[in-house]
């Protein structure tokens, strides 16, 4: 059964760094795609990162590249989001979720991906 569990979540001012954390336990294939999703009250769920756990490739939204790292320890089979300068706007319930490998890992495609985790608040001050 597969199981993801996110973590890390909390409450940060503007500018500050948060690190997310999610554990992922049941798949048998040896690369899929771990992507992170966020959804604030009122909006629709948004990729902003993804990773091939096989080959390490990652794929980013446009909206936060060179703010957002994507990053994995195979061999706690755990995938991170880093998040540096953190804007307002960033405030969301995050979440991970699990596709299959088809030569590469849709960002913004939600519906590709059919596990998910239960999600962790991320706030934002300013």
């Known amino acids: 059964q597969v199981q993801l569990v996110e973590s890390g979540g909390g409450s940060v001012q503007a500018g500050g760094s948060l690190r997310l954390s999610c554990a992922a336990s049941?798949?048998?294939?040896?690369?899929?795609?771990v992507g992170w999703f966020r959804q604030a009250p009122g909006k629709e769920r948004e990729g902003v990162g993804a990773?091939?756990?096989?080959?390490?490739?990652?794929y980013y939204a446009d909206s936060v590249k060179g703010r957002f790292t994507v990053s994995q320890d195979r061999a706690k089979n755990t995938v991170y989001l880093q998040m540096n300068n953190l804007k307002p706007e960033d405030t969301a319930m995050y979440y991970c979720?699990?596709?299959?490998?088809?030569?590469?890992?849709?960002?913004?495609?939600?519906?590709?991906?059919?596990?998910w985790g239960q999600g962790t608040q991320v706030t934002v001050s300013s």
């Open positions: 990773i091939a756990t096989g080959g390490g490739w990652t």
């Open positions: 049941g798949h048998t294939a040896s690369t899929i795609c």
């Open positions: 979720a699990t596709a299959d490998w088809v030569g590469f890992c849709p960002v913004v495609a939600v519906e590709s991906y059919n596990y």
